[in-house]
């Protein structure tokens, strides 16, 4: 039998995504093991998150290495050693360079909260809601070393209405969230995604 695909999950923030996916591996639902969780953030609630589900954190202070080499440099040699196979982004709020996307080509996922190519950036969900938009979403993608931009693996369209609150809308985007990412990891692991032309074809 194939071993499990084994998955590190990098976080910045809050970690609720973090958690959603733990509670799907748990479930059965993820076909890979969470083997580490990756904060660059020692005040992360997702370190909290991780701890009551005794996930292994490696905590990676960007400002304790000399330059974002050493740092992904370390990044990487922590992976090989736990034999990473898909590095799951999960609000990391950190750019790879072009150095650790090539070790990891078509390993790294990203989710992010708008439907891709509209509303790139760090605050997707509020640039959607002012624009006026009256759809937006959420993309789960493979990561490049172009910001947000990598091919698209699934994305869900939620409605903004006209009464709609940023609140409101940001809770209904987190829930989808919580189910679009196991969702796009399991297809992974089953080996069910393929790229051509930038394009992903999910296999039957
Ligand atoms: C999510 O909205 C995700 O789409 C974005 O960052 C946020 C992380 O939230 N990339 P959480 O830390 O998982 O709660």
Same mark, same amino acid.
């Given at each position: 039998m194939k071993p499990k695909l084994r998955v590190a999950v990098f976080v910045s923030g809050s970690g609720s995504n973090l958690e959603a996916l733990i509670r799907a591996e748990r479930a059965g639902? *993820?076909? #890979?093991?969470?083997?580490l969780v990756v904060c660059?953030?020692?005040?992360?609630y997702a370190i909290v998150r991780a701890n009551k589900f005794e996930k292994s954190v490696f905590l990676c202070e960007?400002?304790?290495?000399?330059s974002r080499e050493d740092f992904e440099k370390a990044l990487v040699e922590v992976l090989k050693k736990e034999k990473i196979g898909l590095v799951v982004l999960a609000g990391f709020m950190r750019i790879l360079t072009p150095y650790f996307v090539n070790v990891y080509r078509g390993r790294i996922l990203n989710i992010h909260p708008?439907? *891709?190519? #509209?509303?790139?950036?760090?605050h997707a969900i509020r640039d959607a809601f002012q624009h006026g938009a009256k759809v937006t979403g959420i993309t789960v993608h493979f990561v490049t070393e172009h910001l947000d931009g990598g091919p698209i693996i699934l994305q869900r369209s939620v409605e903004i209405g006209p009464y709609e609150t940023l609140e409101g809308l940001e809770a209904k985007l987190h829930k989808i969230e919580h189910k679009l990412y196991p969702e796009a990891i399991r297809l992974f692991a089953k080996d069910r995604l393929s790229i051509r032309n930038r394009k992903v074809t999910i296999e039957r």
């Open positions: 639902r *993820l076909k #890979a093991e969470i083997v660059d953030n020692p005040d992360a960007p400002k304790t290495f000399g708008s439907l *891709l190519p #509209a509303f790139p950036g760090a």
